[in-house]
Antibody, heavy 116, light 107 residues
Framework: EVQLVESGGGSVQPGGSLRLSCAAS????????MHWVRQAPGKGLVCVSR????????TYADSVKGRFTISRDNTKNTLYLQMNSLGLEDTAVYYC?????????WGQGTLVIVSS | EIVLTQSPATLSLSPGERATLSCRAS??????LTWYQQKSGQAPRLLIY???TRATGIPARFSGSGSGTDFTLTISSLEPEDFAVYYC?????????FGGGTKVEIK
């Protein structure tokens, strides 16, 4: 069974940083593209970043480019999202997701609150 | 960026009725269209991928159709557990985008 468990969320002041982690189990992590998708309170879903199976290719939404960095450690079956220069607009539940197609699977999310 | 427009925003129906949800893309996504169900406080759940293929374990009352720019998710007969928000998502080009969602609520 696919399991994705996010951690690292919390409250941070504007301009601060957080590092999210996503521990994967139940599948061969190193074979899949992975994504971070966020959902602001009461709003829809936005894919902010993705990374290919070996970590050599990353892409970002314009809204986070230059501030967020996605990475992975296939030896630890873990996905990361380093978030810097956080703004109020980054407040959201952040989900890690395997694939976003035929084999899509999602974690339960971790809440990030940016507030002064 | 491909914009996905879902309609209606809210669908008020009774259990046993048929639900028809629409997703329109601003440009062709071929058949790279995925449907998710999300209940309050939960992560999205994969329902349909590649426009019309049901994911493992998804009941046959859920079906998807369409290609190019126009897609439909149909729930043939609503069960109580089907009342939720439904999102479409395209994986044709980056950025991967989601529609704004359709809330299926109990009438």
């Amino acid at each position: 069974e696919v399991q994705l468990v996010e951690s690292g969320g919390g409250s941070v002041q504007p301009g601060g940083s957080l590092r999210l982690s996503c521990a994967a189990s139940g599948f061969t992590f190193s074979r899949y593209w992975m994504h971070w998708v966020r959902q602001a309170p009461g709003k829809g879903l936005v894919c902010v970043s993705r990374i290919n199976s070996d970590g050599s290719t990353t892409t970002y939404a314009d809204s986070v480019k230059g501030r967020f960095t996605i990475s992975r450690d296939n030896t630890k079956n873990t996905l990361y999202l380093q978030m810097n220069s956080l703004g109020l607009e980054d407040t959201a539940v952040y989900y890690c997701a395997r694939d976003l197609g035929a084999t899509s699977g999602w974690g339960q999310g971790t809440l990030v609150i940016v507030s002064s | 960026e491909i914009v996905l427009t879902q309609s209606p925003a809210t669908l008020s129906l009774s259990p046993g009725e048929r639900a028809t949800l629409s997703c329109r893309a601003s440009q062709s996504v071929n058949r790279y269209l995925t449907w998710y169900q999300q209940k309050s406080g939960q992560a999205p759940r994969l329902l349909i991928y590649d426009a019309s293929t049901r994911a493992t374990g998804i009941p046959a009352r859920f079906s998807g159709s369409g290609s190019g720019t126009d897609f439909t998710l149909t729930i043939s007969s609503l069960e109580p557990e089907d009342f939720a928000v439904y999102y479409c998502q395209q994986r044709s080009i980056w950025p991967l985008t989601f529609g704004g969602g359709t809330k299926v609520e109990i009438k």
